[in-house]
T-cell receptor, first 117, second 109 residues
Framework: ETGVTQTPRHLVMGMTNKKSLKCEQHLGHNAMYWYKQSAKKPLELMFVYSLEERVENNSVPSRFSPECPNSSHLFLHLHTLQPEDSALYLC????????????????FGPGTRLTVT | DAKTTQPTSMDCAEGRAANLPCNHSTISGNEYVYWYRQIHSQGPQYIIHGLKNNETNEMASLIITEDRKSSTLILPHATLRDTAVYYC??????????FGTGTRLQVFP
């Protein structure tokens, strides 16, 4: 399934750097999600966008800043991260509940493996 | 809190059926059961979902007990590529998928 792409696939950054993760979906969906997966931990939902509006911010620190310019693109802007932010960052998309479709059939990208040094 | 219970790990011989159980005893009448899997270092992949009837697609079958308190995901002929962590998820009327720790399925030759 290549309907959701993420770039870069790997990223190493220092704590003072600013970088951005990009996600693009080609499935015609209008809800997009950022998840974080730390080593040996379950996936954690970070942000949800539905119809380009942020509908969920799961108590994520402000050093993570999402942006959804349109229904096909989602960014995660990173600045002054900590080593404990090293993780696999996953993007997903789905139909929005607003269309009456079940929102739980989500399609995930391959993830960006982030290392903060 | 996923509110589903799955075994931590299971093994299955290649070519045999893999039967992955899940308990969801607090499920209510209109809540679906979803199954995803995550192959190592990849994003999770949707497999199947069901409400009360058994479901089958090209990837797997889902058997839900009559009281809906448990379900079993069946991979009829497991291959080495089915080695993954399998997640059973009941959204419990939230807008979120809550991934627990899942079952680590190891398919061996």
């Amino acid at each position: 399934e290549t309907g959701v792409t993420q770039t870069p696939r790997h990223l190493v950054m220092g704590m003072t750097n600013k970088k951005s993760l990009k996600c693009e979906q080609h499935l015609g969906h209008n809800a997009m999600y950022w998840y974080k997966q730390s080593a040996k931990k379950p996936l954690e939902l970070m942000f949800v966008y539905s119809l380009e509006e942020r509908v969920e911010n799961n108590s994520v620190p402000s050093r993570f800043s999402p942006e959804c310019p349109n229904s096909s693109h989602l960014f995660l802007h990173l600045h002054t991260l900590q080593p404990e932010d090293s993780a696999l960052y996953l993007c997903a998309s789905s139909r929005s509940r607003g269309e009456g479709a079940l929102p739980y059939e989500q399609y995930f990208g391959p993830g960006t493996r982030l290392t903060v040094t | 809190d996923a509110k589903t219970t799955q075994p931590t790990s299971m093994d299955c011989a290649e070519g045999r059926a893999a039967n992955l159980p899940c308990n969801h005893s607090t499920i209510s009448g209109n809540e679906y059961v979803y199954w995803y899997r995550q192959i190592h270092s990849q994003g999770p992949q949707y497999i199947i979902h069901g409400l009360k009837n058994n479901e089958t697609n090209e990837m797997a079958s889902l058997i839900i007990t009559e009281d809906r308190k448990s379900s079993t995901l069946i991979l009829p002929h497991a291959t080495l590529r089915d080695t993954a962590v399998y997640y059973c998820i009941v959204p419990y009327n939230t807008d979120k998928l809550i991934f627990g720790t899942g079952t680590r399925l190891q398919v061996f030759p």
